[in-house]
Structure formats: C-alpha cells, structure tokens
Nanobody, 126 residues
Framework: HVQLVESGGGSVQAGGSLRLSCKAS????????MGWYRQAPGDECELVSS???????YYADSVKGRFTISQDNAKNTVYLQMNSLKPEDTAVYYC?????????????????????WGQGTQVTVS
C-alpha cells in the first residue's frame, strides 16, 4: 500500500522559510523519481520541483534560486526547502511519485492517475 505523507506546511510572513517533508512507503523509494506540485485556489496543479533517481533536479522558474529539493533514501523522505517565500507561493503543496516510469507533467489535474499523491500540506505566505 503506497503512502505519501507530507508535513511542514504552515503560515509564514513574506521572506520567511519552511521545509516540507514527504515520507514515502509501499514502493521502492530508491528507484523512484519524486516531485512536488502545488495548487492555489482556482489554478492548475503545477510542478514546483522534482528530483530524478540519478539526482538531476527541476525547478519551476518562479521558485528557482529560492527552493531546494533533496531526498534522504535512508529515511524514504523527500524534502522541499523553501526560502524567501512570497505571497504567490501560497498554495497546497503535494508530494507525488510516478506509478510507472513517466515524467512529471508541468501542469496536471490533481490526483492524476499517472502518480501516487500525498494528502497535501497548506503553505500560506502573508
């Protein structure tokens, strides 16, 4: 049974930092790409960042230089360090893992069948 459990969201002032965590279980984490999506009210679910098995990373232009994705294979956990947060970063952040060897779509319907999804964690920046 695959589970992705996010934590670390919250409310911060602009310029602040948060670190999101996603604890994975039920699949071979070492052999899986991992990604973070976010969805603001009325918006599509957009890919914020991803990390591939080989270690290469992707960042949306809007977060480059401010967010850092990393993972700890010993803990089956992927992290998203978010610095210099802006009000436009306000969204629900979702951890995702591909069900099969597919790439992360840049924009996707939340819950798309290509991925396993976490329950989401709210980030609010004021």
């Amino acid at each position: 049974h695959v589970q992705l459990v996010e934590s670390g969201g919250g409310s911060v002032q602009a310029g602040g930092s948060l670190r999101l965590s996603c604890k994975a279980s039920g699949f071979n984490f070492d052999d899986s790409d991992m990604g973070w999506y976010r969805q603001a009210p009325g918006d599509e679910c957009e890919l914020v960042s991803s990390i591939r098995v080989a270690g290469s990373t992707y960042y949306a232009d809007s977060v480059k230089g401010r967010f850092t994705i990393s993972q700890d294979n010993a803990k089956n956990t992927v992290y998203l360090q978010m610095n210099s947060l802006k009000p436009e970063d306000t969204a629900v952040y979702y951890c995702a893992a591909p069900r099969k060897r597919v790439f992360f779509y840049l924009n996707v319907e939340l819950g798309h069948s290509s991925y396993y999804w976490g329950q989401g964690t709210q980030v609010t920046v004021s």
